[in-house]
């Protein structure tokens, strides 16, 4: 079981920078690939950014150049810094686990356990 608690999120102007992290519970941590999630209203929840436990990174398309995710395997947290943020990066930001059988970590349904949200809302 793991259990995860994002913080970090806030409001920022356009051009802005903010800094998410999420602090897991557990002591398999460094086992699992570490993904954030956003869900925008009326939108379906979208992929953003993930580093496996191999610590391979993938990022969707329009986060890349913008944002960076990094984990501490000693700590148990994984950050999102997130920088020259725009109105469309407005949303919630969940911080996702998905354990070490998936092959596949860029769909929600690859994730099998999921932090509360927190809300980032950038103004133009």
């Known amino acids: 079981q793991v259990q995860l608690v994002e913080s970090g999120g806030g409001l920022v102007q356009a051009g802005g920078s903010l800094r998410l992290s999420c602090a897991a519970s557990?002591?398999?941590?460094?086992?699992?690939?570490m993904g954030w999630f956003r869900q925008a209203p009326g939108k379906e929840r979208e992929f953003v950014a993930v580093?496996?436990?191999?610590?391979?990174?993938y990022y969707t398309d329009s986060v890349k150049g913008r944002f960076i995710i990094s984990r501490d395997n000693a700590k148990n947290t994984v950050s999102l810094q997130m920088n020259s943020l725009k109105p469309s990066d407005t949303a919630v930001y969940y911080c996702?686990?998905?354990?070490?059988?998936?092959?596949?970590?860029?769909?929600?349904?690859?994730?099998?356990?999921w932090g509360q949200g927190t809300q980032v809302t950038v103004s133009s």
């Open positions: 996702a686990a998905a354990g070490p059988s998936k092959v596949i970590v860029v769909a929600a349904n690859d994730y099998d356990y």
């Open positions: 557990g002591r398999t941590f460094s086992r699992y690939s």
């Open positions: 580093q496996t436990w191999s610590g391979t990174v």
